[in-house]
């Protein structure tokens, strides 16, 4: 805990701060403090009950630690229940008097882990702005608040959790770990690179991998997506690099425009008033495209990060009640953050990042009443540029040599009748059942079934008599080149054959 003499931090009198505060009481209540502000649960938790694989996953990080492994990533899809895994890691942690450290970027995330723990009956605290500090043996921080205070933590935990473990090397994550140079790390996140495509291997030791995104939609516990590309496609020509993505500035111009009316319009096409989460460049961006759709019928709104956190959590709200359609947004949603009942995601933000692209198509998996499947509108051809959202990946610790990440195009089909984007290996739309081979492929595929025929007519013929080959082919030379070749007759067969029939004639 913070020693008594440190600084205390002024109220934060913002949405977020209010919001701290509200969670802060709400604990204290369920908690039933005691005058030092230790509590712990008496009574018993079961918890929720775990899936198969969550199950496994909780014993291979123990079994990781076990083994010696300091710091561990867990991956598993957005979607997949990541936090009740780590939640159940934490609550047998924290049974065995170990201090605990959960750590999240964003309020909203504070608020589901928080719920989290609630569920498993473990006791804990919150640094965060406005938020007391007490003894609790877990403590849930906002990232930017315990780097302010690092010094008064510094040492203080057995164990750390990172949420959204690919932020883990940047500045105030790396500040945090380095004070902690003894606590064991379980880093979860659905995708285990940086955003710029470096892999993670600085920081964790060993990753234990849960199902795939396929396998948890043929299990049922994602939704089964469909992705739409439209044909206004972004014109990226002049669109620079900085930093391993593209540039803010440039896309904003290049996704502007004609690619927001487009957007509006297929989405009246494929699924007018479905809820949806359009991803954008940024806050200018996503509040031009929440007017668009509005002009054109469309209950929608814009929601960032500098707002007031009760105003977001509203409008979030809001789009699962039904009382909106759209919810634009330029980075909020993409990671952590669970929005009810997404029954397709917009995209209107071109990334370099394969993790960026998953978090935000990660976004409208989960299933939900009523829900046959997920649909991705991708006006930033993203999923060209990457592959489906339940294609299989390899991941690794190691980062990837530059040349080895993508740049240009995934290995799928998109249909030029819907604009619907099929797997590879597709000749036919899944959608809508139009043909997708090319030139050369219906050359192929009539050269086989030409060599098909062949075979089944060699094997006829060989079953004839000879007699009854003679009169099946006549004079026709054709037939009777396919009579020599099934039968393997000598060279001038042919001839000779030819030369009989004329003399008899």
Partial sequence: MRPSNAATPAPDSSGSGRQIRALGRRLDRENNPRADGAQYFSRPHAGPVLRDYQAALVDGVGAAYRDGARSVLMVLPTGGGKTVIF?????????????????????EIVEQIGAALDCEGVAHGLIAPDAPETSHAVQV?????????????AGAFDLIVIDEAHHAVAGSWGKILAAMPNAHILGVTATPERLDGRGLGDVFETMIEGPSTGDLIAEGHLSRPTVFAPTSAPDLTGVRTRMGDYEIGDLRAAMGGVIIESATAEYGRICPGTPAVTFCVDIAHSEAVAARFRSHGYRAAHVDGEMPARERRRLIAQLGTGELNVLTNCGLISEGVDV?????????RPTQSLALYLQQVGRSLRPAPGKDRA?????????????????SRTWSLASKPRRERPTSSASVRRCNECGAVNPANARECLECGASLMTPLERMEVAMKLRSEET???GEQLRSMTYAQRIAWAGANEVRLRAVASACQYKKGWIFRRLQEMRGAA
């Avoid at 890691?89 to 964003?106: P, Q, Y």
């Avoid at 009810?340 to 209107?348: D, K, S």
């Avoid at 649909?375 to 294609?391: E, K, T, V, Y």
């Fill in 87 to 107: 939640s159940r890691v934490v609550r047998g942690a924290a049974a065995k008097s170990k201090r605990v450290l959960l750590l999240a970027h964003r309020v």
């Fill in 340 to 348: 009810p009942a997404i029954g397709a995601a917009i995209l209107l």
């Fill in 375 to 391: 649909l991705i509108l991708d006006f930033a051809r993203n999923s060209l540029r990457h592959g489906l959202p339940d294609d």
């Fill in 455 to 457: 075979a089944r007519l």
């Fill in 141 to 153: 921080a906002s990232v930017a608040t315990l780097a302010r205070r690092i010094d008064g933590w």
